[in-house]
Every structure is written in structure tokens, then in C-alpha cells.
Nanobody
Framework: QVQLVESGGGLVQAGASLRLSCAAS????????MGWFRQALGKERDIVAA????????YYANSVKGRFTISRDNAKNTVYLQMNSLKPEDTAVYYC????????????????WGQGTQVTVSS
């Protein structure tokens, strides 16, 4: 079992930055893909970014390329999502996910999820 706990969400103005953290504990496999998803009110849960736990390969949704950066600190078992130049359309609950998957953008391919953290960007 793997437990994921997100933190770092909040209410910010457009153009601001936030850094989300996802602390992982339990039986963490070095082959896991780690993903950040988001779900706005009334919408589906969409991929934001993903990375391999050990290889450093990353993926970004087009809507966040150049603004968001995913990274991980293996020593701390933590994955981060640095979000810069935030826009009102980035408002959503952000979820961390882990799993054995090569289909990084498909939420159902992930095995473990955190509880989510709210990010609200005002205009």
C-alpha cells in the first residue's frame, strides 16, 4: 500500500505562484509513475503533469507547459508541482497519483491517490 498526502494549495491572485507537495509513504516502487491531476467543479479529472519516480522523464499537459514544473526528491519521497503564472482557469482540486503505468494521462491507470488540495486563482 502507498499513501499520498498533498499540501500547498491555497487562494492566490492571477500571476502568482504556488508549490504543491505530495508526500508518499508505504511500499513505494521505483518504477512508479507519479502524476498530478486536477478536477475543476463539474469537470472531469485531467492530467496536469507526470514523471517517472526514478528516471526523470516528464510529461505536461499543453495548458501548463512553460508554467508548471514537476519534480521529485527521492530522499524525501516527495513529488512537487511548481506552478507559476497562475490563471483563473487553473482553479481546481489538485490530486497526486502513483501507479505502474505507461499511459500517463489516463487517470484510471493509476493505483493510488491523495485526498486532493484546493487551488483557487482569482482574477
Amino acid at each position: 500500500q502507498v499513501q499520498l498526502v498533498e499540501s500547498g494549495g491555497g487562494l492566490v491572485q492571477a500571476g502568482a505562484s504556488l508549490r504543491l507537495s505530495c508526500a508518499a509513504s508505504g511500499r513505494i516502487d521505483s518504477s512508479y509513475t507519479m502524476g498530478w491531476f486536477r478536477q475543476a467543479l463539474g469537470k472531469e479529472r485531467d492530467i496536469v503533469a507526470a514523471c517517472s519516480w526514478s528516471g526523470g522523464t516528464t510529461y505536461y499537459a499543453n495548458s501548463v507547459k512553460g508554467r508548471f514544473t514537476i519534480s521529485r526528491d527521492n530522499a524525501k519521497n516527495t513529488v512537487y508541482l511548481q506552478m507559476n503564472s497562475l490563471k483563473p482557469e487553473d482553479t481546481a482540486v489538485y490530486y497526486c497519483a502513483a501507479g505502474w503505468t505507461t499511459n500517463w494521462g489516463f487517470s484510471k491507470s493509476y493505483d493510488y491517490w491523495g485526498q486532493g488540495t484546493q487551488v483557487t486563482v482569482s482574477s
